[in-house]
């Protein structure tokens, strides 16, 4: 390989640093706040109360509607567009394109994480729930003790899924100026003019995490399922 | 064993990358048909579709701007027919180096660090550089003492006001369009006073200067034009002194493949002869209200 490119990959490489940290950063603190999202909305979405049913239903539909992208530009470039936002106390954080990025990702994850935990919500056997109102557990303690620990352990293989795509999608965060990985090679990559090696480069990055996150899922599952172990 | 086959995949991905890229050669598909002078037929010129009023998309795709009138007024003093099409900015010299167009017309400034990968023709237009900000912003009450700063010819009055930018925007928010030669600006001059955001397009950063997301922006004055004109602008100022020269660059040329020294002659030619017959400064008076022509 030339020395020039070397020496500029070489040049690049804290940008890349800082890059990979800023993608880690997004996806660890969405896949978070969206998990706390999701776990509520999957539980108020199997609600027997109409409307709170249908409110969930909706949530999820225009989030698993719409492109994450354009859920992104929406709240970045939309939501600053009206004054009475631009007024409002939410400002501070909505001027900050690194909260719009969590906020977009948060709720677009929330949506997918929701209707995977009401797949394994709704594995949980029947008798176990009429066995646990028998001994008198009931709402909340029902679903911590009982439905919650098992659903999570169901929708565990397809939730790796999901922050797998979380990871790739959190390069659409480029889009509102934050230099992530992908912003990063893009950057470079304009700069260079050396496409091919730059984003080799930021490939093998996402190969790498990825291949943690597949692992660390991997883990997951053999842990919390004793037949398995 | 897993392990060992997602490693391998690992290695392969990077290497067939790195083979990729060291045999790569700039032809795109099939030669298409040449003039007698060398130039293709049709010629395929690139443009970013996002800088008006040098080149911008109509909703409808069609493309229109001072560099699309441009282009169709060279191509007919070369006898060719003209293809344009719209790329991204931040990959348009790699889709040139790999072929898929002969010439980029984009507003692109010939910098010494472009003219590394491509050749540019001699500059058809020549801006300066300008910070904008809110018009209610303390930034543009401060008085720099200068209209022009020349970075290649730095004198005392020039270094102060350079100094007195710095500190005027000491730990503001700058935005400015990624892989440019005013982000390149922000990071050799400002880099450690001032937080950078670097948007795709010259007209997210307006829209962020208009919801006061950034505190100033920094761009070419043609390219300010249109926000400044328009509702979004109407709060929107420059301030500072215009900036050129340096690592700024010559001005606004053509960009070609570095092989292509019969186009590149070509259009050195055809510019030229726009600019002495009138036709350059009558299409930059028509798109930027006045003659920022190169001469």
């Not at chain 1, 998990?35 to 409307?51: E, G, K, N």
């Not at chain 1, 709402?139 to 565990?156: H, K, M, S, V």
């Not at chain 1, 992908?182 to 730059?198: D, N």
């Not at chain 2, 018009?135 to 730095?154: E, H, M, V, W, Y």
Request: hydrophobic share 50%.
């Amino acid at each position: 390989m030339n020395s020039p490119l070397l020496s500029a990959l070489m040049a690049a490489l804290p940008q890349f640093v800082s890059g990979t940290w800023l993608t880690v950063q997004l996806v660890a603190l969405s896949l978070l706040l969206g998990l706390v999202l999701a776990t509520l909305v999957a539980v108020l979405r199997l609600s027997h109360l109409t409307p709170v049913s249908w409110a969930a239903r909706g949530y999820i539909h225009v989030f698993r509607s719409t492109p994450l992208l354009v859920q992104i530009f929406l709240i970045y470039y939309g939501l600053g567009q009206f004054d009475a936002v631009r007024q409002s106390v939410l400002w501070p954080l909505l001027r900050e394109p690194y909260w719009c990025a969590i906020i977009a990702f948060t709720l677009n994850t929330g949506a997918y994480t929701a209707e995977i935990m009401r797949g394994g919500i709704e594995a949980v056997p029947h008798g176990q729930v009429e066995a646990a109102r028998a001994c008198g557990m009931n709402g909340a303690l029902l679903f911590r003790r009982i439905i919650l620990p098992q659903a999570f352990r169901q929708a565990l293989p397809a939730y790796g899924n999901e922050i797998i795509l979380m990871l790739q999608g959190s390069a659409l965060a480029s889009i509102i100026t934050l230099m992530e990985l992908t912003g990063v090679a893009k950057a470079i990559a304009a700069r260079t003019f050396q496409p091919i090696e730059v984003f080799c480069l930021a490939g093998a990055v996402y190969l790498g995490m990825s291949f943690v996150i597949t692992r660390g899922v991997h883990l997951a599952e053999r842990r919390l399922n004793p037949a398995r172990k | 064993m897993k392990k060992l086959v997602l490693g391998l995949i690992a290695v392969a991905v990077v290497a067939g990358g790195a083979y990729l890229a060291m045999h790569r050669t700039p032809s795109g598909v099939g030669a298409p048909a040449m003039t007698d002078r060398g130039v293709p037929n049709p010629l395929r010129v690139a443009t970013e579709g996002a800088y008006p009023p040098f080149n911008v998309a109509e909703p409808d795709g069609t493309l229109k701007g001072f560099e699309i009138d441009l282009a169709k007024d060279l191509c007919r003093r070369m006898g060719v027919t003209c293809e344009i099409a719209a790329q991204a900015w931040d990959g348009i010299i790699p889709g040139l180096q790999a072929g898929k167009y002969d010439v980029i017309l984009a507003g692109m400034s010939a910098t010494d660090e472009r003219r590394q990968a491509v050749d540019f023709t001699v500059p058809y237009v020549l801006t300066p550089a300008y910070f904008v900000a809110p018009k209610d912003s303390p930034l543009t009450k401060i008085d720099f003492g200068l209209q022009r700063l020349d970075l290649a010819n730095l004198d005392e009055a020039s270094t102060q006001a350079l100094d007195k930018l710095k500190a005027a925007l000491k730990g503001k928010t700058v935005g400015v369009q990624v892989a440019t030669i005013h982000a390149n600006f922000l990071d050799t001059y400002l880099g450690d006073t001032v937080t950078i955001r670097r948007y795709d397009t010259l007209q997210n950063l307006s829209l962020d200067l208009a919801t006061g997301r950034v505190d100033a922006g920094l761009a070419d004055m043609t390219g300010w034009q249109p926000f400044l004109e328009g509702t979004d602008g109407q709060n929107a100022a420059t301030f500072g002194p215009g900036i050129t020269g340096g690592l700024l660059g010559p001005g606004i040329a053509a960009a070609l493949r570095k092989d292509d020294g019969r186009l590149l002659d070509a259009l050195n030619n055809a510019i030229t002869a726009a600019k002495e017959d009138g036709t350059m400064k009558k299409l930059a008076e028509q798109w930027f209200h006045f003659d920022a022509s190169a001469k």
